[in-house]
């Protein structure tokens, strides 16, 4: 897909941050949801105006195979009844539409609003030319570090796919923030010869990381801060490479978080060139109670992926994502051109029998935007939830799916927990 703008305009709401005691290996949150304050919902009240302009047709009901996601209900289950003593996480990994995050908040909002708000979750750190700005980030920006991923198998990525590297003395990558949080995890690269970095917030020293050991592995800095807007920003010291992943904004309170990893132009090879180990690791320590994968759209418009390729890269994608022990659910694509591609038909019917097969949930994207023809549609109505590429929604046609989507996670969720409760009589 070709890429996008910067989307700046999600990243409102919450506040975030200002001392801080740097350490390792965060401990988990142990206290009670709560419901997200008032300064934390501006970003959702601002999604949910945007879909309540937008026309609803045909946007509920489009979860297949709800049953499969018994280990997100059982964990949702947890933290309503105030027995949680961490966050119910979800990861969703995906293309442009995820990584445009519209449609994320609002189904972000939607589940923080019912279970109570775990954080912002996990940003990528680095200027956006190769991602879009998210929700709780205002400006990202560095100096001296450079882009690392790959197309190869045996990267070093962390869990988004895309790393920041940096050598020389004064060398800067950070972001302006405004999510709250009581905490900043920041994930890196540990490596042989690896450099050190210091963490400033508000422009004040709170910590030097090393990063050097003896073999590499993924690695985490946690920062305590108080709540309220604040500039982040790392700086190498000159003693060796330093590779950052990005930084995780945590709450205390134990609550739902969703993060959208995602990655202009991608496919579901792209996380496939993260080496294996690498990729289990980190999202083993992320311990989602549910992982997304959302691709199809790349694949369904290019002339060299077919679908049987595409059909072998999301089962081997779907395989790493399970070793988590979360459930898991493949997000089909949305529609696309003005009349729908063909190919894309046989991208979704792939993308089912693989989910079918790995035992995952499907959410049928382009059903929730009314069918076939839909992205053609939406984009000749006023006003317009596609834009005019015909490939992406405007903010409204996100926020309207992702909106869908939540709702049927939260309908799914309540016919489920009835049924547990007649069936333990």
Known sequence: MQRRGLLAGLAVGGLLIAAAVLHSSPGVAQAAPRAPRKAETSRATSAARVAQKAPRDATEGH?????????????????????AGADVRVVQLGDSHTASDYGVSMARARLARRFGDGGRGFIPLGPPHLRQFQAGEL????????????????????????????????????????????????????????????????????????????????AWSEIAVARGAHSLETRAVGDGPVRLFGVRLDDDAAGVTWEALGINGAKATTPLATDEAHF????????????????????????????????????????????????????????????????????????RSAADAAGCAYFDQQGAMGGAGAMGRWAAEPPRRAQRDLVHLTRSGYAVVGEALADDLVAAFETWKRGSAIATR
Not at 146 to 156: A, C, W
Not at 194 to 212: M, W
């Open 139 to 218: 400006v990202s920006r560095g100096i001296g570090f450079d882009p690392v991923l790959g197309t190869s198998p045996g990267g070093l990525f962390g869990l988004t796919g895309i790393a920041f590297e940096g050598r020389a003395r004064g060398a800067m990558l950070g972001a302006e923030l405004s999510a709250n949080a009581d905490h900043f995890e920041i994930a890196y690269l540990a490596q042989p010869g690896g450099g050190s970095f210091d963490i400033l917030v508000d422009g004040q020293n709170r910590g030097r990381v090393a990063t050097a050991r003896p073999t590499s592995a993924g």
């Open 280 to 351: 289990t690791e980190q999202l083993a320590h992320v311990a989602p109670a549910l992982v997304i994968v959302a691709y199809g759209t790349n694949e369904a418009g290019d002339s060299t992926t077919t679908p049987d390729d595409h059909a072998a890269a999301l089962r081997s994608l779907l395989a790493r994502t399970q070793t988590a022990g979360g459930s898991c659910l493949v997000l089909g694509p949305p529609d696309r051109g003005a009349r729908t591609l063909p190919k894309l038909d046989l991208v979704i019917a792939v993308q």
């Open 63 to 83: 979860l297949e195979h709800p049953a499969r996601l018994a280990t997100l209900f059982e964990r949702l289950r947890s933290l309503e009844g105030r027995r």
